[in-house]
Every structure is written in structure tokens, then in C-alpha cells.
């Protein structure tokens, strides 16, 4: 399968990946195409989730949310399946990973609602085609996240701190920064932060609480973007019985275009 | 209370308005604050609701939805009472209005979730700032609004037509006028349709649905926004037990600033 060559649309990538064709990670597949964070919890829940997304719409910027018990995203991928079309899902019980699964079809039960959220993959390009170049792309590995001392606004049973990805961005190119990524509200949109950590509870850079250290070098700024992990933390933070997330790296591939997003 | 002088601040009317001292439209009063549109609905009927709003946010740009049975509206009036701070509530049942009401408090109940959503003063403000005028303004009319032929996005129980308000624009300056409103998405945002209402269903300008009959004068376009009378009338439409609204032209006015909400 190392040889594969994939194709170009998103959803000829999902036939493979529901074919169990291919099972990688997502990032530069189908470029140009929105991709999507996941999250599954039971309906009692989803009444306070989708308030705690609508109140927090930079790390939780919806695409879509499916209703209870169905699971095509009718709005931005008609006729794929939520259960089979992402390359792994997770599987949590209380807060904790019980499992990492193929496929949500063995799972499945009539009151899960389906959350897509938009994901940082749509700015980043966005950025390297305005000439502002992404470390963590050229060195081939995660972005750094953190957790900050920003709340988020609570909703019901949600609450919690704002996690933040950080970028290095050279200081004659953040105004551009912030320009390119305030066009894309629905994927995160404009920094939360800019420069000193430590103003939003970061203590040392290098020790990044998700992803991988990224270098900030002199001449730059560490920049600061809302992340869709802060929806996954406050979810498990709260032990829902049961949630549903994606594989780290492996999102759903909708049929949007990132420039469908672009508010101007 | 004819020669009463409003005071310039939300907070100081909506001070009057709860102690009876003042219960006008609230066009023009308070410049410079959001104000939003009104929708209390039982609890059972909220999450589709609000996944109505979220799936068509231009007819109903929610400013802040307030958990079941509470009625401070924390994150955009703190203090202030949902029950009391308006000028006028209509109530609803099945989807029937049966009587206008000063105060909801002797109707208050503990299922039930507040909805507020934008209005459209806001960038009817940002037009007039940018020379752009408003006939209805100047005319001291209500603007007109229809029923188009566009389809909202269904959720739920919750379903029906785009009600759009219309505005007619001298051609010269109908460029400006996306832009002006394109900043303003939390208060309906760029225009839904320009020219040609027959291409959106309307069959006779001069027949508006709601509101007043409004001229479109030789060099001008009639230019459509989604309209916040859409969640009401598709709320309605699905005959709920019981709902409340704002009165006519009697806004509940926020702490936020206009300017608050200007995307760029």
C-alpha cells in the first residue's frame, strides 16, 4: 500500500479509506478540501456541547453537527458515512481511551450526535500560499500545543481551560499572518495570542503539553491560534459514559473547499 | 413621559424599561449597542433550535443563548433580566400569538431557553456611517420584508422559507454596501441577494410580507439581507406549546458595541 498514490478529490479518498484501502494520516491529502475534527457524544449531552461550541467559536469552530442516531454529514460530505470514512477513530469510556478502532459501525447507537469541527489544515495553507512558512510542515512533524490559562466560556456541563497551538512566525510577516487567518472564522481564524507566553499561562515553550516542540528562532514571535483539541479536553474532562473522537492526524475530509470558508 | 430624555448607555435603559418608566420601539435609542432579537422556547425543543441557528447563521446570527430556566444574560447584558428589560413580549401558543405582555416574570419557567439573536441596527448604522442611506429610516417606516423562495436548513422539527428585508441602493453604491454589511456577520452580514426579486421568489415589491412598503427609485437595486423574522416565523410554523418573543420594533439592547462585532 506504500505505493498508492492517492487521489485528488475528498471523496475518492473516503471510498478508500471506507474500502479499508488506506489508513494514513490526513494532513496534505485531498489539498484543498476542508478537513473536519470529530466528535460523537450521546444526545444528553449535545444540547450542552453544541451551546459550548457556539460560545466558543475559535476552538470550536462547527462545520456541521449530525442529528441524533444518523450519520451522513448531509452538508459537507453527502452520502459519506461518519462511522466508516475517517482512517481511525477513538473510542472513550468516563473521560479515558478504552480502544482505537477501524470502524464506528459495531458501536453505533440511534443517540449519537456527530460534531465536525473546523480544523487548523485550511489556515496553514492558506499561510504557506500568502509565503509564510509553517516549521512544523517543513520539519515533518505536529504542531506544538499547550494548554493556557484562557477559560473558555462554560456551557452546561462544559468547561474548561483553552488548549492553543503555536506557530513561529518571522515579525515582518505577523500583521499577514493575522490578515490570511482572519479570513477563515470557521477553521479557528485569527490568533488568540501573539508574543510572551507566559501572559497566557505558558511557562516554557519547549515543553508543549500536545504535539511536538517547534523551534522559535530569533527575528520571530511565538504566535497563538485557538485549537480543536480545547472541544476534546473539555468533553473527556467532563467523563461523558461514552465519546467518539478521531485518530491524532486523522480527520474527516469533507467536501468543502477552504475557500467556501473565506469570509471575504 | 413624552419629554423624557433617553440616557445614552444599555444598561441605564434597560434600567427604565424594567421600571416601567419607558416602553418605546427601540430604533435609534441607545446608539451605538447591539440589539437583539427574542426567542424563548421550552427546553424540549432547544437543541434543534439551536442547531437551526448554527446551520443558517445569516437569518439567525445568535449573540448568546442563556441555559434552561436562567434569565441573565451573562455574557452580553450581566445583570440584566430577560423577563423585565424589554419593552414589550408577545406569547405564543401553538404557534398563535394570544396576548402582549411588560414582564414575563408571572409566565417564567424552569425549561425554558433564551434565544438572542442580531439584529439588523447594527449595520444599518455602519450603511448610514459609510453615506449610504436607509429610506425606511428616513421615511420612519418599518423596511420591507418576504418570503423568498429560498430554503433555510432544516434541524429537527424546524424547517421553511428565508424571510429577506429589502433595501433599495443606488447602483453606485451597492459594492460598498457588501462591503459595509460583510463586516457584520453576527448581525445578518452580507447581502443574500442583489437585483431581481422574482429570481428569489418575490412576485411584487410592492406587497412586502412584513413591515412597510418601501419605493426603489430609477438608479437604484432592491438589495436583500436574511432577516431575523425567519427563526420567528419558522419557530411558529412548528406550532410550539408555548414561545416568546420581543414586541414589534422593541429590541432587548446589549452592553456590546457594534464595533464589537466587526469581523475585520
Sequence with gaps: MSTLVLPETAREVRELIRSDQWRGVTSGVAPGYVQANLAILPRDLAFDFLLFCQRNPKPCPLLEVIEPGLTEPQL??????????????RIYELGQLVEEVDSLIPYWRDDLVSFLLGCSFSFESAMVEAGIPMRHQDKGCNVSMYITNIPTTPAGVFSGPMVVSMRPIKREQIVRAVQVTSRFPATHGAPIHIGDPE??????????????????????????WACGVTPQAVALSCKPSLMFGHGPGKMFITDHRDVDYAVI
Design 76 to 89: 459537507t460530505a453527502p452520502g459519506a458515512d461518519i462511522r466508516t470514512d475517517i482512517p481511525a477513530y
Design 199 to 224: 501572559a497566557i499561562g505558558i511557562a516554557d515553550l519547549d515543553l508543549p503539553d500536545f504535539g511536538d516542540r517547534v523551534e522559535v528562532l530569533p527575528g520571530e514571535e511565538p504566535i497563538f
